[in-house]
């Protein structure tokens, strides 16, 4: 069955650097969109970044453009976000989620989720 695996976050410094993967099995990697999302306590879970299984366009939130990078080696069945320059509001619980049909960075439109790994900004 779709299994997505998180890993790589943890406690870091503002203006640190994380790199979070997520290993997938069950299905390959080239057909499916993949993207990362975010969800802080008391707030909505939200669309951090995607990258499509077409064409490898990408899609940034506002507030992590210039500062995440959305990458996939579909060799390794594994999607990566490079976590730069990060701020005390980038705290968050981190989701990885695949979906086989949508172009979109909604986490409505993605069917299949990882479990989650949780990323701290503080001094």
């Known amino acids: 069955q779709v299994q997505l695996v998180e890993s790589g976050g943890g406690l870091v410094q503002p203006g640190g650097s994380l790199r979070l993967s997520c290993a997938a099995s069950?299905?390959?990697?080239?057909?499916?969109?993949m993207g990362w999302f975010r969800q802080a306590p008391g707030k909505e879970r939200e669309g951090v970044s995607c990258?499509?299984?077409?064409?490898?366009?990408?899609y940034y939130a506002d507030s992590v453009k210039g500062r995440f990078t959305i990458s996939r080696d579909n060799a390794k069945n594994t999607v990566y976000l490079h976590l730069n320059s990060l701020k005390p509001e980038d705290t968050a619980v981190y989701y990885c989620?695949?979906?086989?049909?949508?172009?979109?960075?909604?986490?409505?439109?993605?069917?299949?989720w990882g479990q989650g790994t949780q990323v701290t900004v503080s001094s």
């Open positions: 990258i499509s299984s077409s064409d490898g366009s990408t």
């Open positions: 989620a695949a979906d086989p049909l949508t172009t979109g960075c909604a986490a409505s439109e993605y069917d299949y």
């Open positions: 069950g299905f390959t990697l080239d057909y499916y969109a």
